[in-house]
């Protein structure tokens, strides 16, 4: 998938998506294909809900697909982020927008300094963790890539 999301108009303000993920499987006839928008946010206070329901819709419009999920990653705190967006009235809301979010500075970096996830090793520096252990945190990450280089 492209990051860059096409233009109708030259002009227009332009978008370009983190990471857009696009699943098919093998057998498509019984699974259509999966979109994930992922997103990641270093400072929440710069988040945007509206944002990104726009990019789903555009995406969900350009493939012609209703299955789209929307995931944020916030490399802090989420710190109040808006989770849901509706749109309606008086009687009835038309758009129920949410999405998936995992903040990483929330998560307890107790809980995952020995996972032997690459992913989840290089993100023990984002994570929760008492400033006097910052050495011992990024020194665990480093050990975690070097240890992926020499499986």
């Not at 997103?39 to 726009?54: G, M």
């Not at 290089?122 to 929760?128: G, I, Q, T």
């Amino acid at each position: 998938m492209r990051q860059e999301q096409l233009q109708k108009r030259l002009g227009e303000r332009f978008r370009e998506l983190d990471v857009p993920l696009l699943v098919e499987w093998p057998d498509n006839r019984r699974r259509e294909a999966l979109l994930f928008v992922l997103e990641e946010e270093s400072d929440a206070r710069r988040f945007s809900i509206h944002r990104l329901a726009h990019y789903c819709l555009d995406l969900a419009e350009l493939l012609n697909t209703t299955r789209v999920v929307p995931v944020v990653i916030f490399l802090r705190r989420a710190n109040n982020a808006a989770q849901r967006l509706r749109l309606g009235g008086d009687r009835h809301t038309y758009l129920d927008f949410h999405y998936l979010s995992c903040a990483l500075g929330e998560l307890p970096y107790e809980d995952y300094r020995h996972s032997d996830n690459l992913v989840v090793q290089l993100n023990l520096p984002n994570m929760d963790y008492p400033p006097q252990h910052k050495v011992a945190v990024y020194a665990q990450a480093v050990r975690g890539l070097y240890s992926s280089n020499t499986t």
